[in-house]
């Protein structure tokens, strides 16, 4: 779906995640949630974190990725991001956050048990300027990836991504390695809802909609996914659309 302002976008997109939420909290006990921690995520949580009649006592949260070597308190954190954004305006029943190493091997572990105590039904992710999710990037990215979260090197693309964010003030600040969740376990959730905004990701939406589904735009795979819903705003739309799906 596409959108004439990033707003539109956003507040669409939760409504849609605020009643997959409702309708599986009537059906079952608890829901299990991923976020994604981006710029592109904060209009969309923003509304989402303002929707009635959610029990979010009985949803657990976990987040897709985390840079390696950032201070425990570092602002660009990803957990520290979503407790912004997110996570300390809810009353979640359980929040898991990719912890501080010094142990990488041993946090992926540990986060990759906990994912795997039970389905994820809901994920809320978006698509790089690369094409990745989470922090798959083209050259590390595996489709079928047996492991559900491992650590990665991040390509200079996505460092930079992380600059012209606002997220780091140069490419040097930015972490050269990560944890991230894997495209398999990513892809495993019963509903995805993906949002992306902006006019950098327009050729990462039409390679993801168009192209040859692979590791070179890895977001792509979400083409493989029953239950996975796009919202783009006009900036990010990419030609082949039709003018005529713009929303107001």
């Known amino acids: 779906m ?9 507040r669409a997109a939760a409504a849609d995640v605020a009643a997959a939420l409702r309708d599986r909290l009537a059906r079952q006990g608890n829901v299990r949630m991923i976020f994604a921690a981006a710029p592109s995520q904060a209009e969309m949580l923003d509304a989402l974190a303002r929707e009635r009649d959610i029990d979010w006592r009985r949803v657990t949260a976990f987040h897709m990725d985390e840079y390696l070597g950032l201070a425990a308190d570092a602002p ?3 957990g520290a991001w979503l407790t912004r954004h997110l996570f300390s305006r ?7 956050i990719i912890g501080q190493e010094p142990d990488p091997d041993r946090e992926t572990a540990r986060y990759a048990a906990l994912l795997n105590e039970a389905p994820i039904d809901i994920v809320c992710l978006g698509i790089g300027v690369n094409g990745h ?3 798959n990037d083209p050259p590390v990215a595996d489709l079928h990836d047996p492991k559900p979260v491992k650590i990665v090197e991040l390509d200079a693309v996505c460092r930079q991504q992380q600059v012209d964010d606002g997220c780091f003030p140069s490419f040097s600040d930015v972490p050269t390695h990560a944890i991230t969740l894997t495209i398999p376990r990513l892809l495993d959730a019963g509903q995805l809802f993906c949002v992306v905004p902006g006019a950098s990701k327009r050729a990462a939406v039409e390679q993801s ?8 735009c890895p977001a792509s795979a979400l083409r493989t996914h029953p239950r996975c819903a796009l919202y783009l705003d006009r ?5 082949q659309l039709s003018q005529a799906t713009v929303r107001a």
Do not use: C, K, N
């Open 90 to 96: 809810i009353a979640f029943g359980a929040v898991h």
């Open 2 to 10: 596409t959108f004439e302002t990033r707003d539109a976008m956003g």
């Open 235 to 239: 900036d990010s739309t990419p030609p």
């Open 76 to 78: 660009q954190r990803f």
């Open 209 to 216: 909609l168009y192209g040859p589904i692979g590791t070179a």
């Open 133 to 135: 999710l989470a922090f």
